[in-house]
C-alpha cells in the first residue's frame, strides 16, 4: 500500500490454506492487518504480490468483474456495521443478491433464510427500525442467501450487546453445519475463536504462532 511517507507494509509474505467446510478464526490486536487480509481473500482489495486462490480459481488472474462474479457464485460476506442499504427493507436486501445471480424464485427464499434467522415477522421493515441484533441477522441471511462455499465475517459480534452476539454466533454456527460453508472470521472474542476448528494470530502483518499451512 502507498501512503505520503512511501510505500506501508500492511501484511508480509503470508501462507494460508483452509480446507472445505472449516472453521477458521484469525485473531490479534488491532492494526495487525486481520481485516485487510479478509479483504484480500475475498478479492475485495488488491494485493501488491502473491495470489489468493478461490475453489480452486486464481482470484487475482480475473479482473474486478470477474471476481464479483466469482463473489456472487461462491463468497458471503458479513460486516461488523452491517452494510444494508437503507433504502431497502429486510426482504428486498435479502433478495437483491438473488436477482443478481438470477435466482429463482428469489422473494420465496429471502423470506426462509428470513424465517431460518428468525425475522420472518420483520421482513417489511427497514434498517434504521431494525436492531442491532437483527440487522447483522439480516447481513448473514443476505450472505448465505446465494449458498455460498465460503463465509467471511469482520468483526460479526463487535457492534452487537452480548446477547445479540451470542445469538449471531451460534446462527453463523447453526448455518455453517446445515450447508457445509467455510467460515473465516476476524475476531477479538476469545470465546468466538475458541468454538472455531483453528486459530490464527495475526501481530504486525505476520503469522505467530502455528499457521493454516
Do not use: C, Y
Not at 427497514?126 to 441477522?137: I, K, M, T, V, Y
Amino acid at each position: 500500500m502507498r501512503s505520503e511517507g512511501g510505500d506501508l507494509t500492511i501484511l508480509h509474505p503470508l501462507d494460508i490454506t483452509v480446507e472445505r467446510g472449516r472453521t477458521v478464526a484469525v485473531v490479534g490486536p488491532s492494526g495487525s492487518g486481520k481485516s485487510t487480509l479478509l479483504a484480500l481473500l475475498a478479492g475485495l482489495d488488491t494485493p501488491s504480490s502473491g495470489e489468493v486462490w478461490l475453489d480452486g480459481q486464481p482470484l487475482f488472474e480475473h479482473d474486478e468483474e470477474g471476481r464479483a462474479a466469482l463473489r456472487r457464485s461462491h463468497v458471503g460476506f458479513v460486516f461488523q456495521n452491517f452494510q444494508l442499504i437503507p433504502s431497502l427493507t429486510a426482504l428486498e436486501n435479502v433478495v437483491l443478491p438473488l436477482e443478481l445471480i438470477g435466482s429463482p424464485n428469489p422473494q420465496e427464499r429471502a423470506k426462509i433464510l428470513l424465517d431460518q434467522v428468525g425475522l420472518a415477522h420483520r421482513t417489511h421493515h427497514f434498517p434504521d427500525r431494525l436492531s442491532g441484533g437483527e440487522q447483522q441477522r439480516v447481513a448473514i441471511a443476505r450472505a448465505f442467501a446465494h449458498q455460498p462455499s465460503i463465509l467471511f465475517a469482520d468483526e460479526p459480534t463487535g457492534n452487537l450487546d452480548t446477547e445479540s452476539g451470542r445469538r449471531i454466533v451460534e446462527l453463523m454456527w447453526q448455518l455453517n453445519r446445515e450447508h457445509g460453508t467455510t467460515l473465516v472470521l476476524v475476531t477479538h472474542d476469545p470465546a468466538l475463536a475458541d468454538r472455531a476448528d483453528q486459530v490464527l494470530r495475526l501481530e504486525e502483518g505476520r503469522w505467530v504462532g502455528p499457521t493454516a499451512g
